[in-house]
């Protein structure tokens, strides 16, 4: 009888499981088809062609309208990365995208990166503009699932995530892996949309085309789990106003039936105006707030 419920139990279990690991997979296909762009490194190249840039002597530059997919590019990775003192440091990005801000790290911090992403389309993109600027030695991508990081425990000094977790629905199993991979004096760097509680947000969003995809949380939410992983803030940033202010300069400057030869619209496509200004909105009329922020480990 005794071992009858044991083997139940384990039928169970393992029933459970299964299809856990089927729903994430499904969630897995769903965002990796949002953020599906067939053909995405020839698109920049073409684009690159038409804007008379030297193919042979391309420099990341020329590639800035799009390389880092989040509000106020590449200018709030540097001042993030100044503000952590991150020089020289080895460094994951977890959804790092097409690479832009694990090459900015490279370039400008003299950092050793690696990017995981589970688009394979943004991972070879990545890994192919890492080689036309000059980079690919320094940073480098995999495809790769954020709950299940292919590296072994205390490998990292800087996790860095931006403009990620809105897509992700297990926060305990994404926090957990973030803070597994950290070594004792790493440091977390994140710079994300949260919300405020309660609230619904319209979509399209630049992360979404509806909520299937999305799990928006305060972050509050965030900030317990990392306490009880043992990791405290050491400061934390509203981006809100500046985000704001980028949105607003961006859309203006942007024809109404015009979008730039080189910019995020590669990457969010058709629907780009509309989900920048349900971005816009929702950040205007307080549902959502666009915060960076530093953890460290307890006592270090
Ligand atoms: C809005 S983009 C931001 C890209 C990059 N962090 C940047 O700022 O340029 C969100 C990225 O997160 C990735 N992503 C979402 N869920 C993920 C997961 N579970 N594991 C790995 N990457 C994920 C997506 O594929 C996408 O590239």
Known sequence: MFVFHIYINFVDNLKQKTEEIHTMNILNSHIESFYNRPNLYNEIIN??????????????????????????????????????????????????GIGGPCRMLADEFGCNTIGIDLSEEYVATANLLSKLVGLEHVSKFVQGDALNLPFPDSTFDVVWTQHVQMNVRDKLKFYSEVERVLNDKGVFIYYEVFKKENIDVRYPMPWADDGKISFLEPSSSMNSIFENLGLVKEQSMDQTESGIKILEKSLNRIPKDKLPRLGLNILMGVS????????????????IYLESGIYKRKNI
């Open 47 to 96: 684009r690159l062609k038409e804007m008379d840039v030297d193919l042979s002597n391309v420099r990341r530059k020329d590639i800035a309208g799009v390389d880092e997919f989040h509000v106020r590019g590449a200018q709030v990775s540097q001042e993030l990365a100044e503000i952590a003192n991150i020089k020289n440091a080895k460094v994951l990005d977890i959804g790092c």
């Open 272 to 287: 780009t105006r509309e989900k920048m200004t349900n971005l816009l909105n929702g950040l205007k009329e307080g549902k």
